[in-house]
């Protein structure tokens, strides 16, 4: 976009009557996104991890003029594939239709942690959690009014690999190192999705967003050593954007009228830390059709979730 078409939430169409799943959405990006959808008449399910963060996030929206009936908090823990078969369970025995699912929750270097079926925290949340929930809601978004799957990367993707004989950390572990690998996990699945779907003709389009360098709770409620000390305390108050702003990318990709399935939408700004949102460049090994590949194979075994496309 130039200078002047830059894109604002001033610019997200009327979504009246269309139903939105945005995960994570009871603080920074995803409580940004969800405001903007709700205030332009979508109804939003927030999914969160603990139900009363959660309502209390719906209050405020509420007081703060949000129709209340617009916003459904129900409870969704991703590390959890048990939480996310009962969610998706749930939201298909009261809805017909899904419109726009925002893969949006995440985790950020915490100590390593093993999920309850046994995979690394941040595999298991930031990746695995959005791949069996979006599996297991495509049917309802195909069914949806131009549907998308929104999944939320990041610019350290580019750093990122898959540690295809050590996915769990046991045999060496770094915070940032597994972190990276969960935001390329995100790429890599997005674009691996999107190629899917245009091979089954399906009419759900599969975008990526990243936020830049936003100043959330994600650099400060997990994250342990010196990635709190660098990003929480540091760079979080000289460097980041505010939440309202980091959710652009993520609002254009689920809204914008000129959005293309496979796109990758982020920051405008220098080294894509801030800014408006634009398309930006992924990754040549995010793009790879054999990693892709790969990695779906290896997500539908350890979630045990099959989707209804075939390989692309």
Known sequence: MTKKQRWTADRIPDQTGRVFVVTGANSGLGLATTRELARRGGRVVLAVRDEEKGRRSADALAAAGIAPDLLDVRPLDLADLDSVRAFAGR?????????????????????????????????AT?????????????????????????????????????HFDDLTGERGYTPMTFYDQSKFANAVFGQELHRRLTGAGSPVRAVLAHPGYTATRLQTRDTSGLAKLVFGRIGNPLLA????RGALPQLYAATGADIEGGEYIGPDGPAELRGNPTRVRL???AADPATGARLWELSERLTEVRYPVPAG
């Open 91 to 123: 939201l298909r025995a009261e809805h017909p239709r899904l419109d726009v699912l925002v893969n949006n929750a995440g985790v950020m270097a915490p100590p390593r942690t093993l999920s309850p079926q046994g995979h690394e925290l941040q595999f």
């Open 126 to 162: 930031n990746h695995l959690g959005h791949f069996a929930l979006t599996g297991l809601l495509l049917d309802l978004l195909a069914a949806g009014r131009d549907p998308r799957v929104v999944t939320v990367s990041s610019i350290r993707h580019r750093q990122g690999r898959l």
């Open 241 to 244: 954007q505010r939440p309202e």
């Open 283 to 285: 990754s040549t090994a």
